[in-house]
C-alpha cells in the first residue's frame, strides 16, 4: 500500500521537476510528462518479478521510476549526461537499464511490443521463468506490427502481458475518432484474455496484473490489460508553448479529478502520507544534484557504442 | 574434389551454426519446408522451436527477433524477397541497429538477416527484384554480398557469429554457382574484407555478388586481346574495405564498378568516391549500373535491359582504357 504510493508519489514528483527543466533548458528537447497515468506503471510494476522484462514508450518515465531504476540517472539520462541510464545517448524517449531487465523505451508507437513478445519467447526457450510487460497507448492500437505481435504471442503462448494505456487521445486525436469497434474486442480476437482496468487505481492495475503474470508464469500465454487513464497534462512538453486546442477545460478538469497520487495517498495516513512525500523530495533533490553536476558526454565519443562492444 | 553450390553453401552454414551454438535459432515463412530451400532438413534436425516457422507478419517477427537478441539469442531470418526489406527498414534500421547506441552501449542485437534470391530472378518483375544493400550500407548496418559457395558459407557464418545486426544478400544470379573444394577448408570469413577474385594490371573492376562472374568471364574475354583486368570483390558492402581497393587500384591506375544497386547514391557511387579521395587515376572512373530510380520491368528485354550487363562492362573498361 505505502509502496505503491510512494511510487505512484515519486513518478508524479520526477515528472514536476523534469518540466520544470525542460522550462529552464537543462533538459533540451522536452518530454511526454506521464502525469495522470502514474498508477499503471506502479501497479503493473509491482506485479513484476526481479527475472521480468519489460518494455516502455515515449511516455516512459513512470515505467522505468517504477521498475526501480535510479532516478538520479534518469534525470541525468535526459539532461543528456554521462552518469545518465543509457549514458546520454538515449534520452528520455529510449531510457533503458538492461540491469532491471528495462529493455528500452521506444519512440516508435506500436513498435516494441513484437520485441518484448521476442525477449520473453526468448527467455522461456532458455528455461527461464521470465514475464515481459509492454506497455504502449491507445494509439498503438491502430499499428499493424503490434496487432501481428499480438497473434504471434497468442499463436506461441508466449509470457507477454500486454498493458495499454487508454489514455483518451493520440496526441490530439480521440480515440472515438481513431478506433473502429472496442480495444479488448480486437485483443479477445487473439484468442488473449482482455480485461479493462480502472488505471486510476495503483490496488486494481496490480491485482489485474498479478492475475496475468500469474497466468503467463503458468505457461498459459499472453493476457491484455486496457487500463483506462487520463493525461493531466500537455502530450508533449511543446504543447505547453503551442496551446493546441483539442480538449476543453471541463473535460480537463473532470479528467484530473480521477487522481492516482490522492486515491493511493488516501489509503495512508497522514503522517504515513507526509513521511513518504518526505522521503520523496529528498530523494528528488539528490537526484537533481547528482544529473546536474555530472558530466557531459565527450563530443568525441558522440558515435561510441555504434557497434557491440564500441566503448 | 566434391561440388558446393552456393545454395548448399548457406544452408550448411545455418546447420553447422545451429548445431554449434544453442542460442541460434531461424525463423522466417515457409522455412520449416523449406520453401527456398535454403534450410532443407534443418527443421527435423533441430525441431520447431530452432526454426521457427512464422506467420506472414514480417514488422513483428523481425523485431521479435531483435527481442529475443536482446535475451542473449542469435537468430537468423530469412526473408522470402529482396523487397520485404523495405518493410522492415523500420525494423532494422531503426531498431535493431540503434539499440546499441541508444543505450549506450547496455546491450547487442545479434540478429542475421537473409535474403536468399536478391536482386532479378528473372520474371519476377517490379516488386520481388530489388537489391537493396546500399541502403543498408548507407545507415550503417552490416552487409555482406558473397559471391562464391565458399564465401557464402564463411560469410554466413561471420555474420551470425557478430553481435551486432548484419543483413546477407545472396543473389538469386549467384545460387546457383558451384565450386568444387575440400569442405575442411570452409572457413568463417571476417567482415570488411575484399578478395582479389583475378588479378591483372591494367584496371580494376569492382563486382559484388553475382557480378563478380560477369567481371570474371569477361576478363577472360579481353585476355584474349591483351588487356588484363583486376577483379576485386569487396563481398562486404559496409564495412567497406577500402585498403583493399584502394591498393588494387594504386597498381592499375584504373576504376571500373559494375553494380548492380541504382545509380544514385548507390554502392558504385560509394566506391568511385572513395578511390578519388585517395587514388591518382589514369582516366576518370566509370560505373555500369542500374538505371536511377529503376524498377524492374517485367517483360524479359526490358528486365535485362536495366541490369549491368557484360556487353556494358565490356564498352566501359574499353572506354576507361582509351581515356588518358
Ligand atoms: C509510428 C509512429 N507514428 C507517429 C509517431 C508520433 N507520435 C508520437 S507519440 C504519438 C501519439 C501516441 O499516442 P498513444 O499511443 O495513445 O500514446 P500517448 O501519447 O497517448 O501516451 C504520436 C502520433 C511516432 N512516434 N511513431
Ligand atoms: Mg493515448
Request: proline fraction near 5%; charged fraction near 20%.
Amino acid at each position: 500500500m505505502t509502496d505503491l504510493y510512494r511510487t505512484v508519489r515519486l513518478i508524479r514528483r520526477f515528472e514536476e521537476r523534469a518540466i520544470e527543466f525542460v522550462r529552464s533548458g537543462e533538459i533540451v528537447g522536452g518530454i511526454h510528462p506521464y502525469i495522470g497515468q502514474e498508477a499503471i506503471a506502479a501497479g503493473v510494476c509491482a506485479a513484476l518479478g526481479p527475472d521480468d522484462v519489460l518494455t516502455s514508450t515515449h511516455r516512459g518515465h513512470g515505467h522505468v521510476l517504477a521498475r526501480g531504476a535510479d532516478p538520479a540517472r534518469l534525470l541525468a539520462e535526459l539532461m543528456g549526461r554521462e552518469t545518465g541510464l543509457n549514458k546520454g545517448r538515449g534520452g528520455s524517449m529510449h531510457a533503458a537499464d538492461f540491469a532491471l531487465g528495462i529493455l528500452g523505451a521506444n519512440a516508435i508507437v506500436g513498435a516494441a511490443g513484437s520485441i518484448a513478445t521476442g525477449a520473453a519467447w526468448a527467455a522461456r526457450s532458455q528455461g527461464r521463468d521470465t514475464v515481459a510487460a509492454t506497455f504502449f497507448g491507445d494509439g498503438a492500437m491502430n499499428e499493424g506490427m503490434l496487432l501481428e505481435a499480438f497473434n504471434l504471442a497468442a499463436l506461441w503462448q508466449v509470457p507477454v502481458v500486454f498493458v495499454c494505456e487508454n489514455n483518451g487521445y493520440a496526441t490530439t486525436m480521440p480515440v472515438a475518432s481513431a478506433i473502429a469497434g472496442s480495444i479488448t474486442a480486437r485483443a479477445r480476437a487473439f484468442g488473449m484474455p482482455a480485461f479493462t482496468v480502472d488505471g486510476q487505481d495503483p490496488e486494481k492495475v496490480l491485482e489485474a496484473m498479478n492475475t496475468a503474470v500469474a497466468r503467463a508464469r503458468a505457461g498459459r500465454g499472453p493476457t491484455f490489460l486496457e487500463c483506462v487513464t487520463y493525461r493531466f497534462d500537455a502530450h508533449h512538453t511543446f504543447e505547453h508553448r503551442a496551446r493546441l486546442s483539442y480538449r476543453s477545460t471541463e473535460e480537463i478538469s473532470t479528467g484530473r479529478s480521477r487522481c492516482p497520487v490522492e486515491i493511493q495517498g488516501a489509503r495512508l495516513t497522514a503522517a504515513d502520507r507526509a513521511a513518504v512525500d518526505a522521503e520523496v523530495e529528498s530523494l528528488l533533490d539528490a537526484a537533481a544534484e547528482v544529473a546536474l553536476g555530472s558530466a557531459h558526454p565527450d563530443p568525441a565519443a558522440a558515435l561510441a557504442y555504434l557497434y557491440a562492444g564500441g566503448a | 574434389m566434391p561440388k558446393l553450390s552456393y545454395l548448399k553453401a548457406l544452408n550448411r552454414a545455418l546447420g553447422d551454426e545451429l548445431e554449434r551454438d544453442p542460442a541460434v535459432f531461424l525463423l522466417g515463412e515457409d522455412i520449416r519446408a523449406a520453401a527456398s530451400n535454403v534450410t532443407a532438413g534443418l527443421f527435423d534436425r533441430f525441431g520447431a522451436d530452432r526454426v521457427l516457422d512464422t506467420p506472414l507478419s514480417e514488422q513483428a517477427f523481425t523485431n521479435f527477433a531483435t527481442g529475443a537478441a536482446l535475451a542473449g539469442m542469435r537468430p537468423v531470418i530469412e526473408f522470402q524477397i529482396p523487397s520485404l526489406l523495405f518493410l522492415v527498414f523500420e525494423q532494422i534500421a531503426n531498431q535493431a541497429h540503434k539499440f546499441s547506441l541508444m543505450t549506450g552501449g547496455q546491450c547487442k542485437v545479434p540478429v542475421t538477416y537473409v535474403v536468399p534470391g536478391s536482386g532479378s530472378r528473372t520474371g519476377w518483375a517490379g516488386q520481388h527484384s530489388d537489391h537493396p544493400y546500399a541502403l543498408f550500407a548507407h545507415v550503417g548496418v552490416k552487409t555482406v554480398v558473397p559471391s562464391t559457395p565458399a564465401d557464402a558459407y564463411g560469410l554466413l557464418v561471420t555474420a551470425i557469429r557478430d553481435d551486432d545486426p548484419v543483413v546477407v544478400f545472396a543473389p538469386s544470379g549467384a545460387l546457383g554457382v558451384r565450386e568444387d573444394l575440400d569442405f575442411g577448408t570452409l572457413a568463417p570469413i571476417p567482415l570488411g574484407e575484399g578478395r582479389i577474385a583475378r588479378s591483372g594490371t591494367d584496371v580494376t573492376v569492382v563486382a559484388l555478388g553475382h557480378l563478380v562472374h560477369d567481371a570474371l568471364a569477361v576478363a577472360d574475354e579481353l585476355a584474349g586481346r591483351g588487356i588484363s583486368a583486376e577483379v576485386f570483390d569487396p563481398r562486404t558492402v559496409y564495412p567497406l574495405d577500402v585498403d583493399g581497393v584502394v591498393e588494387s587500384v594504386g597498381r592499375t591506375g584504373r576504376l571500373v564498378v559494375v553494380d548492380d544497386s541504382n545509380r544514385t547514391s548507390g554502392f558504385a557511387a560509394e566506391i568511385l568516391a572513395v578511390v578519388a579521395e585517395r587514388c591518382d587515376l589514369a582516366a576518370p572512373p566509370r560505373r555500369v549500373t542500374r538505371p536511377d530510380g529503376a524498377v524492374l520491368p517485367f517483360a524479359l528485354a526490358l528486365d535485362r535491359a536495366v541490369q549491368p550487363g557484360r556487353e556494358q562492362l565490356v564498352a566501359v573498361i574499353n572506354a576507361v582504357l582509351e581515356d588518358r
